[in-house]
């Protein structure tokens, strides 16, 4: 997607919170790797932020819990009520500029297609998630990327729930329901006395992540798509709350890319679940089906931050991921670090210190005093198709072809696709 253009359909527009930034003017970086790369250094432009009249990730649980009549949560997205049971079915990857372009490889999810949501940033599963399982945004339930900085200790790759880049695991010694303490919308709902489970990969069972967001339910451990279709049948016809997962539409758009051949047949796989989901409803039944961000295909824009050495220069960590990047600083080199930064990746990418991230509401409207500190010094949000690679610290994430993370349309814009009994 065009720069321009970035942010301009749903939950993020451009030109509210405006940075401070250098007018266009070419300049040239030496690289590591001796080759002499042009850019541009950055233009002036603001900072995008949520469009507030989006509904977001984190509203569609809370709202349906409502719909159920649940005591203590909030209709945040209008659904009718009588609800008897209900599964939350988030499809990881499933962008709704994604599914919209490719809705003749699954007519039964284009048929539902109803209201676009905003993911929230950064735009990714651990985020995502957490949105889910907390009905906050990033800045309260504090899982701010797929890897960010713990204070006393160190950068932390929440998938894993390791060390980032490697590391031993830490659920011991960093338990998970100390990194995300609020209570989950699946524990107040099962103190409501509404029969809660999470149907997902049994590989995930007990994971950190599971213990940080989604604890509170009863845990059903899936191998395929056919006992996940009957772990949610049969959860929703006995008048509980469910929710559902299913990652390898994500899986196949970061291996093979998204709309690729692969993506493409598996996307019809999912399709043909919904169909049997939505066939076996029951009276009062309601299926909402989300995803946790769009994606989209590297470009040929690629900056390798390993081999700029004027990337690294007073950085002390760095997090995040290639399309969404937390950069932790020495001391000192605050103003120094972010110009650097600004002035590398120019029009690649948007650029901001904590506080101007903050401000332009990134992590939501509140930020929490210890979350602040899991949060880059300096912000980076990729634009277009650009990538933040680290191809010696991060060889796998580097190779992939699809990423998300951003603020871009393509990975803020979510579909949310309801049906009912």
């Given at each position: 997607m065009p720069a321009a253009g970035v942010g301009s359909d749903v939950g993020y527009g451009e030109a509210q919170a405006p940075s401070s930034v250098a007018s266009p003017m070419p300049a040239t970086v030496i690289i590591r790797s001796g080759i002499a790369e042009t850019i541009w250094q950055a233009r002036d432009v603001d900072l995008p932020q949520p469009d507030p009249r989006t509904p977001h990730l984190a509203d569609v649980v809370p709202s349906v819990l409502a719909a159920m009549g649940v005591s203590d949560f909030e209709s945040r997205i209008e659904l009718p009520g009588e609800i008897r049971g209900a599964c939350v079915l988030l499809v990881d990857g499933l962008g709704a500029e994604l599914l919209d372009a490719h809705a003749d490889d699954a007519p039964v999810m284009a048929a539902l297609r109803g209201q676009t949501l905003q993911a929230g940033f950064p735009s990714t599963t651990v985020a995502g998630l957490a949105a889910v399982g907390t009905g906050c945004r990033s800045g309260e339930h504090g899982l701010v990327g797929m890897s960010f900085r713990l204070p006393g200790v160190g950068v932390m790759n929440a998938l894993r729930w390791r060390p980032h880049p490697w590391g031993d695991d830490l659920r011991d010694s960093v338990p998970p329901e100390q990194v995300q303490p609020m209570a989950t919308t699946f524990e107040r709902a099962a103190s409501a006395a509404v029969e809660v489970s999470v149907v997902s990969g049994a590989e995930f069972s007990g994971s950190g992540l599971t213990r940080a967001v989604l604890r509170g339910g009863r845990y059903v451990g899936v191998q395929a798509l056919g006992d996940l279709a009957a772990g949610v049948a049969s959860a929703v016809a006995d008048g509980g709350f469910c929710y559902g997962y299913h990652g390898e539409v994500d899986l196949l758009g970061h291996l093979y890319g998204p709309g690729s051949p692969a993506w493409r047949l598996q996307l019809r796989e999912v399709d043909r679940l919904v169909e049997s989901l939505v066939e076996g409803l029951?009276?009062?039944?309601?299926?909402?089906?989300?995803?946790?961000?769009?994606?989209?295909?590297?470009?040929?824009?690629?900056?390798?931050?390993?081999?700029?050495?004027?990337?690294?220069?007073?950085?002390?960590?760095?997090?995040?991921?290639?399309?969404?990047?937390?950069?932790?600083?020495?001391?000192?080199?605050?103003?120094?670090?972010?110009?650097?930064?600004?002035?590398?990746?120019?029009?690649?990418?948007?650029?901001?210190?904590?506080?101007?991230?903050?401000?332009?509401?990134?992590?939501?409207?509140?930020?929490?005093?210890?979350?602040?500190?899991?949060?880059?010094?300096?912000?980076?949000?990729?634009?277009?198709?650009?990538?933040?690679?680290?191809?010696?610290?991060?060889?796998l994430e580097s190779s992939l072809i699809g990423h998300h993370g951003s603020l871009t349309s393509a990975e803020q814009s979510i579909p949310l696709l309801l049906a009912y009994g």
């Amino acid at each position: 997607m065009p720069a321009a253009g970035v942010g301009s359909d749903v939950g993020y527009g451009e030109a509210q919170a405006p940075s401070s930034v250098a007018s266009p003017m070419p300049a040239t970086v030496i690289i590591r790797s001796g080759i002499a790369e042009t850019i541009w250094q950055a233009r002036d432009v603001d900072l995008p932020q949520p469009d507030p009249r989006t509904p977001h990730l984190a509203d569609v649980v809370p709202s349906v819990l409502a719909a159920m009549g649940v005591s203590d949560f909030e209709s945040r997205i209008e659904l009718p009520g009588e609800i008897r049971g209900a599964c939350v079915l988030l499809v990881d990857g499933l962008g709704a500029e994604l599914l919209d372009a490719h809705a003749d490889d699954a007519p039964v999810m284009a048929a539902l297609r109803g209201q676009t949501l905003q993911a929230g940033f950064p735009s990714t599963t651990v985020a995502g998630l957490a949105a889910v399982g907390t009905g906050c945004r990033s800045g309260e339930h504090g899982l701010v990327g797929m890897s960010f900085r713990l204070p006393g200790v160190g950068v932390m790759n929440a998938l894993r729930w390791r060390p980032h880049p490697w590391g031993d695991d830490l659920r011991d010694s960093v338990p998970p329901e100390q990194v995300q303490p609020m209570a989950t919308t699946f524990e107040r709902a099962a103190s409501a006395a509404v029969e809660v489970s999470v149907v997902s990969g049994a590989e995930f069972s007990g994971s950190g992540l599971t213990r940080a967001v989604l604890r509170g339910g009863r845990y059903v451990g899936v191998q395929a798509l056919g006992d996940l279709a009957a772990g949610v049948a049969s959860a929703v016809a006995d008048g509980g709350f469910c929710y559902g997962y299913h990652g390898e539409v994500d899986l196949l758009g970061h291996l093979y890319g998204p709309g690729s051949p692969a993506w493409r047949l598996q996307l019809r796989e999912v399709d043909r679940l919904v169909e049997s989901l939505v066939e076996g409803l029951p009276p009062g039944g309601l299926l909402a089906i989300v995803a946790d961000h769009g994606m989209v295909a590297a470009g040929d824009d690629v900056v390798d931050i390993d081999e700029c050495a004027t990337l690294l220069d007073g950085v002390a960590a760095i997090g995040g991921e290639p399309r969404a990047r937390h950069v932790y600083i020495e001391e000192g080199a605050g103003d120094a670090v972010l110009s650097a930064w600004r002035e590398t990746l120019a029009a690649r990418a948007w650029v901001a210190s904590r506080d101007e991230a903050i401000a332009a509401g990134w992590f939501g409207g509140r930020v929490r005093d210890d979350v602040r500190l899991r949060i880059g010094d300096v912000v980076a949000a990729a634009r277009g198709t650009a990538t933040m690679v680290r191809r010696t610290v991060e060889p796998l994430e580097s190779s992939l072809i699809g990423h998300h993370g951003s603020l871009t349309s393509a990975e803020q814009s979510i579909p949310l696709l309801l049906a009912y009994g």
